[in-house]
């Protein structure tokens, strides 16, 4: 069974990859990445290796689930959308 579910993007040539539960929160997330980069993960490349242009905490939620806001140590503000803390 694939690691990931990977779903069509509203984005055309990308593709929408649903994240593990993350083990803070608890909730699974999405990550939308080039076709080609979730395709390469689909066929069991490490992330690293299909994505290597992405930054440390979104490789980790691909890998862990951990939300990038959920990471021990992540920066305040570090993945959140700012709309979310003001409601
Ligand atoms: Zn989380």
């Given amino acids: 069974m694939a690691r990931h579910a990977i779903y069509d993007s509203?984005?055309?040539g990308c593709a929408d990859i649903l994240t593990p539960p993350c083990p803070f929160c608890g909730q699974q997330g999405w990550t939308t990445l080039p076709q080609t980069a979730a395709e390469a993960?689909?066929?069991?490349?490490p992330v690293q290796d299909a994505v290597p242009e992405l930054g440390f905490l979104l490789r980790e939620q691909i890998i862990s689930g951990t939300h990038?806001?959920?990471?021990p140590g992540?920066?305040?503000?570090d993945g959140i959308d700012l709309d979310l803390l003001t409601r």
Wanted: charged content about 5%; proline content about 12%.
């Fill in 10 to 12: 509203m984005h055309p």
């Fill in 74 to 77: 992540a920066g305040f503000g």
């Fill in 68 to 71: 990038p806001c959920c990471a």
């Fill in 41 to 45: 993960l689909l066929e069991g490349l």
